[in-house]
């Protein structure tokens, strides 16, 4: 038997708001909230436990010591990369500067709180 990636969990200075975000890009939905400020967000028809991970925005006031050693990694599904791309931006993303050459296939972008994550150029269909 092998372990799955059921949930993520985000530190967030303010929850609510990445977890707006998050469930934009991702198309995810509300799947509830914490005594703590805690968010869990997913998919709509399964939620935690289905075959995509939810993702937990949890409150911190820690502030980010270093470069994080995990980021998502995220693929269009209905349209082209320039085009979810524009969406991204226009929904808050940042283009971030981490030293690319400029010759990649993807886009390095951070989330309204400075998370770093990547849009791949692959298109994936929809689960």
């Not at 707006?20 to 939620?47: A, K, Q």
């Not at 995990?70 to 979810?84: C, F, N, Y």
């Amino acid at each position: 038997m092998a372990c799955r990636i059921s949930e993520l969990v985000i530190d967030a200075a303010d929850p609510a708001l990445l977890a707006t975000f998050w469930s934009e890009v991702l198309g995810y939905v509300e799947l509830g909230r914490e005594d703590d400020g805690s968010i869990e967000i997913g998919p709509p028809d399964t939620g935690f436990g289905g075959p995509l991970p939810t993702l937990v925005l949890s409150p911190s006031t820690d502030p980010r010591p270093a470069k994080l050693r995990l980021h998502i990694d995220v693929s269009p599904t209905d349209r082209d990369q320039p085009a979810e791309l524009e969406r991204l931006l226009a929904l808050g993303a940042k283009p971030a500067d981490i030293g690319q050459s400029g010759t990649e296939s993807w886009h390095v972008l951070t989330d309204p709180e400075g998370n770093e994550f990547c849009l791949l150029r692959t298109r994936l269909q929809p689960l």
